[in-house]
């Protein structure tokens, strides 16, 4: 028993983590659906894997200026974008717009979710809207975050991607798109942060039409 | 053979969900391994000693305990980091990197365990020891070890629960990048960003799995010290 165990232990330890070519992609957590369900497309076009990080836009630049591994990072922020100094593609592939989502019942009282504004640009987004009004609030970590506080329950509501409540198929009838001109808008750019071979092909196959056909389905407008 | 387990357990359980176990286990693993080698020798040496030293290079070890986990991957981040010291070792991100964060907010959890079971030892043993004519070393390796064994190995389950455990220092120190750096607790905090509850339930059964096959093994080897 005691041996089974040792070898067990040693095995583990031994393991090295396999070497592989796959692109890395650091996305803002609003596209992280999107992604995912691109990435059998993606892979096919640039003959590939991929492997998806996500968080807020800010964590990702800051992980980036930190070293991490990124070959490519789907950023929501150009002012952000501009901190890491690297290739950008030439225009935004998207515009993300912002939503508010609340939850059925009879006034319901309790916080308001929204993305930190400090690291995630839905949150910027969404202390523009709320300007100067007092609302009791929940900041997630990122725009995901934020959705997921109100799909738990813990929030009443929340101030969150449109493209998420779509994937999520929540009914229409219980979100609002917020006119665009209340909050600075939120493009998606991509970032080449290595020289990956692949790493082109598949920023310009993100930004290519054919793409963009599909991300129109999944609440995505033109930048 | 490993090969083998790894198509099997593929069968049973994607990629996604595989990765993020194996590599908590092997995190957990290697620190544990690494905690040995350095905590134990460390733990008798404070065993042995006493004075102001002892005092100070005590509390210097039991720091981990209560710094908030944050703090210290924040400290890790500046000091392994793109530009820190060691950016040439590209320590961040990676999985050595993540082997210094867990091994130093381990730490205490092996040294203080193993100390203890140290200093049960009679001092006799020892004077006989070395009435035999039996040096330091020996004294260490042929008698202090041998006798404080389950003490050893209870510092060893401690250590492997809590560093599978661990999450603020990996966080901060190794992002979340498959394959490499997303651990079983980071996998979980990502599966309930993306309201994948399913995801998140899987993983938090497996974590919560292997901690109690850890405490168990850990209060056995208790009771089994006791009937010494």
């Known amino acids: 028993m005691r041996v089974l165990v040792i070898v067990i232990f040693g095995w583990l330890a031994s393991c090295t983590p396999a070497l592989d070519n796959s692109v890395l992609i650091a996305t803002a957590s609003s596209f992280r659906p999107a992604l995912e369900q691109l990435t059998d497309d993606l892979e096919q076009t640039c003959s590939t894997r991929?492997?998806?990080?996500?968080?807020?836009?800010?964590?990702?630049?800051?992980?980036?200026?930190?070293?991490?591994?990124f070959d490519l990072l789907i950023s929501a922020d150009p002012?952000?974008?501009?901190?890491?100094q690297v290739a950008v593609m030439d225009r935004p592939f998207a515009r993300s717009p912002l939503a508010l989502w609340m939850l059925p019942g009879d006034n319901p009282s309790g916080p308001i979710a929204i993305a930190n504004p400090r690291t995630a640009p839905f949150g910027q987004a969404a202390m523009a809207v709320i300007a100067e009004q007092d609302i009791e609030l929940v900041t997630g970590s990122s725009a995901?975050?934020?959705?997921?506080?109100?799909?738990?329950?813990?929030?009443?509501?929340?101030?969150?991607?449109?493209?998420?409540?779509?994937?999520?198929?929540?009914?229409?009838?219980?979100?609002?798109?917020?006119d665009p001109a209340l909050y600075?808008?939120?493009?998606?750019?991509?970032?080449?942060?290595?020289?990956?071979?692949?790493?082109?092909?598949?920023?310009?196959?993100?930004?290519?039409?054919?793409?963009?056909?599909?991300?129109?389905?999944?609440?995505y407008q033109r930048p | 053979m490993g090969a083998i387990v790894r198509v099997w357990l593929s069968k049973t359980m994607s990629a996604a969900l595989l990765s993020p176990i194996l590599i908590s286990l092997q995190l957990a693993a290697v620190t544990t391994l690494?905690?040995?080698?350095?905590?134990?020798?460390?733990?008798?040496?404070?065993?042995?000693?006493?004075?102001?030293?002892?005092?100070?290079?005590?509390?210097?070890?039991a720091v981990p305990l209560v710094l908030p986990p944050t703090v210290?991957?924040?400290?890790?981040?500046?000091?392994?980091?793109?530009n820190g010291p060691f950016a040439s070792l590209q320590l961040v991100f990676s999985f050595p990197g993540l082997v210094i964060g867990s091994v130093l907010f381990s730490l205490p959890f092996m040294v203080r365990q193993v100390q203890a079971a140290f200093e049960a030892i009679s001092v006799s043993v020892f004077e006989a020891g070395a009435s035999f004519g039996l040096g330091p070393w020996q004294r260490f390796i042929v008698l202090a070890l041998p006798l404080a064994k389950n003490g050893i190995l209870s510092g060893a389950m401690l250590s492997f629960a809590r560093t599978l455990g661990e999450f603020g220092v990996v966080l901060?120190?190794?992002?979340?990048?498959?394959?490499?750096?997303?651990?079983?607790?980071?996998?979980?905090?990502?599966?309930?960003?993306?309201?994948?509850?399913?995801?998140?339930?899987?993983?938090s059964l497996v974590l919560i799995l292997f901690s109690f096959a850890s405490m168990l093994l850990v209060s056995t080897l208790a009771m089994r010290q006791s009937k010494i």
């Open chain 2, 34 to 61: 690494v905690l040995l080698l350095l905590g134990v020798p460390l733990a008798f040496a404070l065993s042995q000693m006493s004075g102001i030293w002892r005092a100070l290079i005590e509390s210097l070890v």
């Open chain 2, 172 to 203: 901060m120190v190794g992002g979340n990048i498959p394959d490499k750096t997303r651990v079983l607790s980071i996998a979980i905090f990502d599966a309930v960003e993306r309201a994948d509850y399913t995801e998140a339930h899987i993983l």
């Open chain 1, 50 to 69: 991929i492997k998806i990080s996500s968080a807020s836009t800010g964590a990702l630049v800051a992980q980036a200026r930190q070293g991490a591994p």
């Open chain 2, 72 to 82: 210290l991957g924040f400290y890790l981040l500046l000091l392994l980091g793109a």
């Open chain 1, 184 to 219: 600075p808008p939120i493009y998606l750019q991509v970032l080449r942060l290595s020289k990956h071979p692949q790493a082109k092909c598949l920023a310009e196959a993100i930004a290519s039409r054919r793409i963009w056909a599909r991300l129109s389905g999944f609440g």
């Open chain 1, 79 to 84: 002012v952000l974008s501009k901190l890491l």
């Open chain 1, 144 to 178: 995901a975050q934020a959705f997921s506080f109100v799909k738990s329950g813990s929030a009443v509501g929340g101030y969150v991607p449109l493209v998420l409540l779509q994937n999520a198929q929540i009914p229409t009838s219980e979100y609002e798109v917020i």
